[in-house]
């Protein structure tokens, strides 16, 4: 009987979730159990018995504790695009997915058990009328954001109550990724070893996502991820207010002085002003080639890195729920399900 009441709790969903978050296949998990492939899948898809010892062994093979596999919900699946490199092999993006949906919990739970974030999110949709360009300022205008560079975007986004995780993806190949929980409540993913510039440049493409594409209906033959691109070039660099700096001509040394100002990359202000149309294509080759020569195309000079920034939301919520519950640090892995460094991995 109990091992009948055991199976009935267990969540299937949570076992797929517990093996992708830890990157193992169903033969890596097979292997750790001392099981079959097709064991997995079937406890995977709720048609194998789970009774107390099987729990337990799932429970070692993936350092999870025995409850994460009772907890309720599904894994939300992708509907956005990451930004990432063009190629990226899906043995990376599944483990960073699964622990997205982790956290994505995570956020659900405390939220719930504080009372609601207030979030202050516009929505438009891309139209003739509204470009990403021209939604871009309309943010900036409701949120009042003053003209120029954005002294601090992640502060800027947290205050408006849209969440950042940071964390380790495993991987430099993806950078960021949006997603909602049950209520609708906005979780900007951040790859936590992102430089500066690329980090705030993320968070604006994220941003352009959820404002544009994740409460409306798309059209399969839109390109978001340029929509997205477009959309973070003016809110980080609005041309009304960028245009003068360019006035003198653009030189790599002008566009390392620029960086500094703007926190964004070099490349990101030479392919500004080419957007802007302020360079022929032999001005934009010439600097590219530049780029190339000096190396920095892929790594700026370290002197002119922008600093990090370090968003604290999610963490204040963290400490709130545990002064409102009287929780120590073990008992709230408990109640989220994880063990101690996975708590220092995501929230330390």
């Not at 292997?31 to 729990?55: C, F, M, Q």
């Not at 959820?210 to 959309?231: G, K, P, Q, S, W």
Request: with cysteine; aromatic share 6%.
């Amino acid at each position: 009987m109990k091992g009948n009441m055991t199976q009935a709790m267990i969540n299937p969903q949570m076992i797929l979730l517990a093996r992708e978050a830890r990157g193992m296949s169903q033969s890596d998990l097979a292997e750790r159990l001392n099981s079959y492939k097709a064991s997995v899948s079937r406890l995977e898809h709720g048609d194998g018995p789970v009774d107390e010892s099987t729990l337990i062994a799932l429970a070692e093979a993936t350092h999870y504790p025995p409850h994460f596999f009772m907890q309720k919900g599904e894994i939300l699946p992708v509907n956005l695009s990451y930004r990432k490199r063009k190629q990226v092999p899906a043995k990376l993006l599944t483990p960073i997915e699964a622990q997205m949906n982790i956290i994505r919990n995570h956020v659900q739970l405390i939220i719930n058990g504080i009372g609601s974030a207030d979030t202050t999110l516009p929505v438009f949709e891309v139209t003739e009328k509204h470009t990403p360009e021209q939604i871009a300022n309309l943010v900036r205008k409701s949120w009042r954001v003053p003209a120029g560079p954005i002294e601090n975007l992640s502060r800027l986004l947290e205050d408006k109550g849209i969440l950042i995780s940071s964390f380790d993806f495993g991987t430099d190949r993806v950078d960021s990724r949006s997603m909602l929980t049950d209520d609708n409540q906005p979780i900007i993913f951040l790859n936590r070893n992102l430089l500066g510039d690329r980090q705030r440049f993320s968070l604006a493409f994220e941003l352009g996502h959820l404002i544009m594409h994740t409460y409306c209906t798309v059209a399969h033959d839109r390109d978001i991820n340029h929509e997205a691109n477009l959309f973070a070039a003016e809110f980080l660099m609005p041309a009304k207010d960028i245009l003068p700096d360019y006035k003198d001509g653009i030189t790599l040394s002008l566009l390392g002085e620029l960086k500094r100002k703007w926190k964004v990359s070099m490349i990101s202000l030479l392919y500004r002003a080419d957007d802007l149309g302020l360079l022929t294509p032999n001005q934009k080759r010439y600097l590219v080639q530049q780029f190339n020569d000096q190396k920095i195309r892929r790594r700026e000079p370290p002197q002119l890195d922008v600093p990090k920034e370090n968003p604290q939301r999610i963490r204040q919520l963290i400490t709130e729920l545990m002064q409102k519950a009287r929780l120590n640090i073990f008992q709230l892995c408990t109640l989220l399900a994880i063990e101690h460094d996975d708590y220092i991995a995501y929230y330390g």
